[in-house]
């Protein structure tokens, strides 16, 4: 998958507040990681994204490439391209399983 | 992944207020109706269904303009003449429509096929495809069977069994006339019954647990993600006059549209203090082997309407 598209089938938002107190969270070192920032509503179903995975779906426009998203994560996070890159591939593929994102 | 504590509704019910005879014309309630819409907007909210005759006030046009910019619209309607002629000079949203079907049902508890047929056709003339609709009452969990019967037979693809409204002045029927568990004994024989038909079923949509118990058996694994009641979380009710509840079935006052945001509105301690309610077990649950299927099912009505069971669903017999 180049340019991941989120399946439009797929109602969605960030939910600011809880983002915020994320990022808040993290800059004290808490462990956020099954905190959810992004909710998805599907077949009835309500899904949530931690704040990563929620990055990398706000990404996901059908416009950049894997590489794109990788470096604007890198970029919030301060670390190198390649740090990040295998995992937004692994990410990418597990929600493209799920048919929450298609290829544009 | 906790899924509590959402920063606005995902779903939302609405209540237009209520006209009454001389404000039809003007609308007058003293509400702005757009003003609502927006908030609703604002808040984020995926879903709204509009209820208590949304299609007869003069303001629907305007809602509609606004809501459909940002929200998926379900519309309750029961299939008069007056909303027939509304919904013909409505463009045609792509909204859901739900068909109140509560006015097709007699006295006697007959359903009137032939009235609901026509009704139907008239709606799929103006292009719509309406969601076959019924509020469970103890008196018409018989008309189930007739309803579905009905949706086979014209080819109706939804039907709705939606939550119960209580403590506003909107729905005719008094609480009594909720089903309790007493009343599930009789519609599972009779479900029994009638899927001993061969019939394709449409897609159901079935808010309450036990009844969704008896009629989707064996589908336990679809509810996997089911986390318990949403009152005041993934779900709200906004009333005639604005206010915010927890859900239709909750009446409790949160907030106030469009004085507040939605945001501030699930941002208060009115709120909170009901999610921290729910996440509490209800005294009449303790011990049952299902709470962490049915996490205590209807909370609002069980708050509401069986503190003398310890808050134990009103279709609940027991702890299992």
Known sequence: MNKPLRNPEIVWRVEKRRQAEVLKALETGEDVADTGTVILLLSGMMHQLNLIGGMIWEQCDGQKTLADIAGELAKEFSVEQAEVESDVAEFVADLAERGWLINE | ?320
Not at chain 2, 93 to 118: N, P, Y
Not at chain 2, 219 to 235: P, V
Not at chain 2, 258 to 273: F, H, M, N
């Open chain 2, 1 to 320: 992944m906790g899924l509590d504590l959402l920063d606005t509704p995902v779903r939302l019910t609405w209540d237009f207020p209520a006209i009454v005879s001389g404000d039809r014309a003007t609308g007058q309630s003293g509400v702005s109706l757009p003003a609502i819409a927006n908030s609703i907007i604002d808040g984020g909210v995926f879903f709204v269904t509009l209820q208590n005759d949304p299609l007869l006030h003069p303001a629907v046009g305007a809602v509609l303009n606004i809501l459909a910019g940002g929200c998926q619209l379900i519309i309750n309607c029961r299939g008069s003449s007056d909303e027939l002629a509304r919904l013909s000079q409505l463009p045609q949203a792509g909204c859901q429509l739900l068909l109140d079907t509560s006015g097709f049902i007699d006295v006697k508890q007959k359903l009137d096929s032939d009235k609901l047929k026509t009704t139907v056709q008239a709606l799929r003339r103006l292009e719509y495809e309406p969601v076959i609709s019924l509020m469970p009452l103890q008196d018409n969990l018989c008309n189930i069977p007739d309803l579905l019967r009905f949706c086979r037979a014209h080819q109706i693809s939804k039907f709705k069994l939606p939550n119960a409204h209580i403590g506003d002045s909107v729905h005719t029927y008094s609480t009594d006339d909720l089903p309790r568990w007493q009343n599930l004994d009789s519609f599972r024989k009779s479900w029994l019954e009638f899927v001993k038909e061969p019939c394709k079923l449409p897609a159901m949509e079935i808010h309450d647990l036990f009844l969704w118990e008896i009629m989707t058996p064996g589908q336990q694994q679809n509810r996997s993600e089911y986390g318990g009641c949403q009152a005041g979380n993934s779900l709200g009710h906004i009333d005639g006059r604005g206010v915010v509840h927890p859900c239709a079935a909750w009446p409790q006052p949160l907030g106030k549209l469009p004085d507040q945001s939605l945001e501030d509105v699930w941002a208060g301690r009115e709120r909170l203090a009901v999610r921290e309610h729910v996440a509490q077990t209800p005294g009449g649950c303790l011990g049952c082997r299902d709470i962490d299927i049915c996490f205590g099912g209807c909370r609002g009505l069980a708050f509401q309407l069986n503190r003398s069971e310890k808050e134990r669903d009103l279709m609940c017999s027991g702890p299992r």
